[in-house]
């Protein structure tokens, strides 16, 4: 993930960016990107500061990382530690803080970052995500078998439907830097 800091580009020299949502885990620890065109305030106030709400769920071969910000709806981003470039992937005992995940939300019309985020998560959680990129990542892959069960995934499952079949969920209060599983 970029390191942009907020009112940057979040690649420098480049506009109108491609809308997406990636969570990643590689050697700069847990992130989540989220790149928008038409990002509105509420949605920055939200992120910046709002209740954030996340949750893990486990399909085969996929995490799906769940997460709620403020008032807004449930997203997912899938992740396969087989998927992340050589070059940067690790297992999360490799580096020094695999307990936090830092969030970015970029307007794709200008690629500007609006915010940039790094939330503690709680050890329960921080547990249960990186034991299953342990097991992911020990786990046999193939490319073709992993983009047909994603796709068979969203064919079952709205991301609100995920996260009552979630193995993990928390909850970081607004204003608060206490995080607490609920």
């Not at 506009?15 to 949605?43: I, M, P, Q």
Request: aromatic content about 8%.
């Amino acid at each position: 993930m970029q390191t942009s800091q907020v009112g940057q580009p979040y690649i420098p020299g480049q506009v109108n960016l491609e809308e997406k949502t990636v969570y990643r885990f590689d050697n700069d620890g847990h992130s989540l990107l989220l790149c928008k065109a038409g990002v509105n305030a509420r949605e920055i106030k939200d992120m910046q500061d709002g209740m954030a709400e996340l949750a893990l769920y486990i399909d085969g071969p996929i995490l799906f990382l769940l997460f709620k910000f403020g008032a807004g709806k449930w997203n997912d981003a899938p992740y396969s530690w087989h998927t992340v470039p050589l070059g940067v992937r690790v297992y999360p005992e490799e580096i020094d803080d695999a307990s936090t995940l830092t969030i970015v939300l970029v307007e794709a019309a200008d690629g500007l970052v609006k915010v940039a985020r790094r939330v503690n998560l709680t050890s329960e959680f921080a547990n249960k995500l990186n034991e299953a990129i342990t097991v992911q990542a020990n786990g046999s892959f193939n490319g073709l078998s992993y983009a047909k069960h994603i796709n068979l995934v969203y064919n079952q499952y709205a991301a609100e439907d995920m996260v009552k079949m979630a193995c993990a969920h928390m909850v970081l209060h607004p204003g608060s830097k206490e995080i607490t599983s609920p």
